[in-house]
């Protein structure tokens, strides 16, 4: 009888060792210590600089991504209008601007850094021929750059 047992036993866990999972999902171990958590590594994701989002707004007279970068409160001059604007005002101001003066192509000609504070100068033409040059001043916050200035006047 023991024998049968024995057997029986034996028979049983063999056949165990081949079962499949039928329900097609993966049988995953359970953790040693029930509260961990698997932490796999987050997908790399791609921020473009912040020149290269300047470059990219000035080309495409895009004031809603500049506005993005605006601080609380921006010290806009364009075209000899000087005021501190809200973010959203400066934003509408500026889209006023672009509107009125269809940019062909934009450059930087000169930036440079200083601690946390961050400066470009560029140079804007539109499609009527127009030239203007672009300052701009930024300071970094918390980790993130806020534009503090921006300055656009009409070159000769």
């Known amino acids: 009888m023991t024998k049968v047992l024995t057997l029986f036993?034996?028979?049983?866990?063999?056949l165990n060792a081949f079962a499949q999972p039928t329900s097609?999902?993966?049988?995953m171990p359970?953790?040693?210590?029930?509260?961990?958590v698997l932490m796999l590594p987050a997908p790399q994701v791609t921020q473009q600089s912040f020149k290269s989002v300047i470059l990219h707004a000035f080309t495409t007279?895009?004031?809603?991504?500049?506005?993005?970068?605006?601080?609380?409160?921006?010290?806009?001059?364009?075209?000899?209008?000087?005021?501190?604007?809200?973010?959203s005002q400066a934003e509408q101001v500026l889209q006023h601007f672009?509107?009125?003066?269809?940019?062909?192509?934009?450059?930087?000609?000169?930036k440079g850094e200083s601690g946390d504070t961050q400066y470009f100068i560029g140079e804007m033409s539109s499609v009527k021929g127009s030239k203007f040059r672009v300052?701009?001043?930024?300071?970094?916050a918390v980790?993130?750059?806020?534009?503090?200035s921006l300055t656009i006047e009409e070159t000769k």
């Open 9 to 14: 036993l034996f028979a049983g866990l063999g």
């Open 24 to 27: 097609g999902d993966p049988i």
């Open 30 to 36: 359970e953790p040693a210590d029930k509260d961990t």
């Open 61 to 87: 007279g895009n004031a809603e991504i500049l506005a993005k970068y605006f601080g609380d409160n921006v010290d806009l001059s364009v075209l000899g209008k000087a005021n501190v604007y809200s973010k």
């Open 98 to 110: 672009f509107s009125t003066n269809k940019p062909n192509d934009f450059k930087i000609i000169h």
């Open 135 to 140: 300052t701009i001043n930024s300071k970094t």
């Open 143 to 148: 980790g993130s750059k806020k534009i503090t």
